[in-house]
Structure formats: structure tokens, C-alpha cells
């Protein structure tokens, strides 16, 4: 299984990001995803969700109206569309694999590739 996740960056308040994942070595399609984010010294923070089954998503409530997932399922790779961004968006963010639990659970998830760092500064 490998998740490789891109698309991080310097940005500025208030600007924009697309972070893309891409997937191999599991049935991509049947699998919901979600991305994780982990600011230096903190806890790891779940950001948002899409189950496999119907495309339904889920959001923190901290970037809820700002970032939008999706995923594309012919080109196994998943994606997080950044805007408003906030100094406190600044993070390392991986994309994952559902497990089992909620939803809005970090510990529901059990792959994570090595992430893309974004840094949200003027």
C-alpha cells in the first residue's frame, strides 16, 4: 500500500491549495479515505472524510466551509482543495485509509502515507 501525498506549500493568508493523493497497492474505489493533519507540537487532527460507498463527506469543523475532498477513482487518487487558508491550517497533512469507527476519529484510520507540508504565513 502506498499513499503519496503532494501539493503542500508556502501560501499566504487567505490563499489557496489543492493537495492530491496518490494511491496504489488496494482497491482504491472500495476503500473510504480521509486526510489527517499534524501541526509541530500537537496532536494528530482529523480534517475531513469520503466514504467509497456513495461519495459522502465529512469535515472538522475547524476547516468546515474552506476545504472540499473528492476523490477520483479511474486515476486512484484522492484530493483536498484548500481555501481561506489560516495560519493555523499550517501543518503536515497525509491522506488515509478508513478503517473502521467514526468518521471524525483519528484512530478510525489505519494507513497514512508521509504527507505534504503546508505553511499558511505572510
Known amino acids: 500500500v502506498q499513499l503519496q501525498a503532494y501539493g503542500g506549500g508556502l501560501v499566504q493568508p487567505g490563499g489557496s491549495l489543492r493537495l492530491s493523493c496518490a494511491a496504489s497497492?488496494?482497491?482504491?474505489?472500495?476503500?473510504?479515505l480521509g486526510w489527517v493533519r499534524q501541526a509541530p507540537g500537537k496532536e494528530i487532527e482529523w480534517v475531513s472524510a469520503?466514504?467509497?460507498?456513495?461519495?459522502?463527506?465529512y469535515y472538522a469543523d475547524s476547516v468546515k466551509g474552506r476545504f472540499t475532498i473528492s476523490r477520483d477513482n479511474a486515476k486512484n487518487t484522492l484530493y483536498l482543495q484548500m481555501s481561506g487558508l489560516k495560519p493555523s491550517d499550517t501543518a503536515r497533512y497525509y491522506c488515509?485509509?478508513?478503517?473502521?469507527?467514526?468518521?471524525?476519529?483519528?484512530?478510525?484510520?489505519?494507513?497514512r502515507g508521509q504527507g505534504t507540508q503546508v505553511t499558511v504565513s505572510s
Open positions: 488515509t485509509t478508513y478503517d473502521r469507527g467514526p468518521y471524525h476519529d483519528v484512530d478510525s484510520y489505519n494507513r
Open positions: 469520503i466514504k467509497a460507498a456513495d461519495g459522502t463527506t
Open positions: 497497492g488496494f482497491a482504491f474505489s472500495r476503500f473510504s
